[in-house]
Nanobody
Framework: QVQLVESGGGSVQPGGSLRLSCAAS????????MGWYRQVPGNQRALVAI???????TIVDPVKGRFTISADNAKNTVYLQMNSLKPEDTAVYYC??????????????????WGQGTQVTVSS
């Protein structure tokens, strides 16, 4: 079982910055990717950014140039640096991990897990 611990959310004025962190622990044989999604009430959860453990990153257009995703592979931790925040960035941000571990019989088991979410509020 994999646990994700998110931190770094909060309230900030427009133009401000926040840095989200998400640390994974538990039964992890390997990680394919970690990423961030966000959700506002009444809407579906939407992709923000993904960091593939191969090194490739994906950032969606609405935040491109303002948000940066990075990771510390040794710590199984992913970060989302959010700059020039706008009111429309207000949402609950969720961390996601896709990876695998091995059973007692060395059978690979894939997992796809979510954090509990952290609120980001951008308001004057």
């Amino acid at each position: 079982q994999v646990q994700l611990v998110e931190s770094g959310g909060g309230s900030v004025q427009p133009g401000g910055s926040l840095r989200l962190s998400c640390a994974a622990s538990g039964s992890i044989g390997g990680i394919n990717a970690m990423g961030w999604y966000r959700q506002v009430p009444g809407n579906q959860r939407a992709l923000v950014a993904i960091f593939a453990w191969s090194g490739q990153t994906t950032i969606v257009d609405p935040v491109k140039g303002r948000f940066t995703i990075s990771a510390d592979n040794a710590k199984n931790t992913v970060y989302l640096q959010m700059n020039s925040l706008k009111p429309e960035d207000t949402a609950v941000y969720y961390c996601n991990i896709r990876g695998y571990d091995y059973s007692s019989y060395y059978v690979r088991r894939n997992f796809d897990s979510w954090g509990q979410g952290t609120q980001v509020t951008v308001s004057s």
